[in-house]
């Protein structure tokens, strides 16, 4: 796999890429390659591959429409990593109360209407009106992150952007020049490859299913009608026909025939509900180089 060339300003000999740092994006995007039927797995892997790059504290990643007259609008869950305790709670709610419409620094990045771009904080807008903003007083401080690193790119015919935040722990060095490439590189190279799973991003997740609706859920996909799922899973009948219901509302499917079809057309599901039943403590568990990171996943 080779990258294509681009164009752009001279940069300086210290900010620019390494041979390591190319090496580890191509490994990066060859992975991603390999999970990409599976949102949750493959946007974790790059995401926290992408964190372990730039040195980032922080981080989030998901689908994004530019709303004109309204703002950057996530579309589909919102996978986070780096936030633990207090700050994973302070996480989900900015993301399920869209208060990034109001993020004055995403505010900016918007308005550049480019299908593709990446901008650090600084370049957004400037340290005083940042630090008095009611975003970073009353979450992100909090949170304790500060500088940002902002990435998006939009995969051909998907109608959305791939939109990826980065961020560096309060009082900590700001992102270089040299990160930001490696956010446009790794943005550019893998933004294609997630195009089919970032439109299937919107779709019923996995991950909210209560762990019984998983197990009558793989009965079913492993041909199992209500009766044999009740002797299976050791309920009653009226239990199984009351959670296939609930299944069939989720998916939006209206029969079993259609509940196949989904996942026919998605391969990656069914692995990924096996991993699930066999490991359920690694629900929100994603890699980056030697360590976990945790990731939490919240849908809109």
Known sequence: MGFARRGGPAVA????????????????????????????VCCARLLAGTMALTNAQGGALGGSRVIPGVGLMPIGPVLGMGFEGAAEGLFKEYVRVRRALHNPVLSRFAALGLPSATRSRAQL?????????????????????????????????????LMMSLHRQHGSSAFESRHRQLARLIQQETAPILGNTLVAAGEPRLLVLPPRLRQVLLCLLEGDGEKQAAARLGLSRAAIHEYVGRLYRHFG????????????????????????????????????????????????
């Not at 191509?26 to 599976?38: A, F, H, I, K």
């Not at 340290?127 to 304790?144: A, L, V």
């Not at 096996?274 to 809109?300: F, I, K, M, W």
Request: charged share 30%; with cysteine.
């Open 13 to 40: 000999r210290s900010q620019r890429l390494r041979q390591r740092e190319i090496r580890a994006v191509r490994q990066l995007v060859g992975e991603c390659g390999d999970l990409s039927n599976d949102w949750e």
């Open 125 to 161: 807008l400037d340290d005083r009106s940042w630090y008095r903003s009611e975003d970073f007083i009353d979450w992100f401080k909090p949170m304790g992150l500060d500088d940002g690193l902002f990435s998006m790119h939009a995969p051909v015919g998907t109608g959305m952007s």
């Open 253 to 300: 499917v209206n029969d079993r025939a259609e509940l196949l079809s989904l996942f026919l057309k998605r391969s990656g599901l069914l692995s990924r509900l096996q991993a699930l039943l066999a490991a359920p403590e690694a629900d929100d568990a994603g890699s980056a180089g030697d360590a976990c990171t945790r990731a939490v996943t919240v849908s809109l």
